[in-house]
C-alpha cells in the first residue's frame, strides 16, 4: 500500500480501511504500509514500523549518484 498512511491522513479515505486490510490480510503475506503519520492504530497493530531519517549523507559532500548503487 505504497504511500497509504499519507493518503488516509490527507483524507483520501479514512484509517479504517487500512485496518480493515490488515485484518484481512492472510497469515502468509506480507503487507506493507508506507508513508507518514500513520494512524496510532496502525501503528499498534503492525508488526514493524520504522522511521527513516536521514542524519547524513555523503551527497552533501558532493559525492554524485553512483550507477546501479543511487540510480
Do not use: W
Not at 7 to 34: N, R
Not at 40 to 56: G, H, N, P, S
Amino acid at each position: 500500500m505504497e504511500e497509504g498512511n499519507v493518503a488516509a491522513m490527507c483524507g483520501l479515505f479514512p484509517a479504517d480501511e487500512i485496518l480493515a486490510i490488515m485484518s484481512q490480510k492472510p497469515a502468509d503475506v506480507e503487507l506493507v504500509v508506507t508513508g507518514r503519520g500513520a494512524d496510532a492504530r496502525v501503528i499498534e497493530k503492525a508488526d514493524l514500523v520504522t522511521e527513516m531519517k536521514a542524519i547524513k549523507h555523503y551527497y552533501q559532500d558532493g559525492v554524485a549518484a553512483r550507477v546501479g548503487i543511487e540510480k
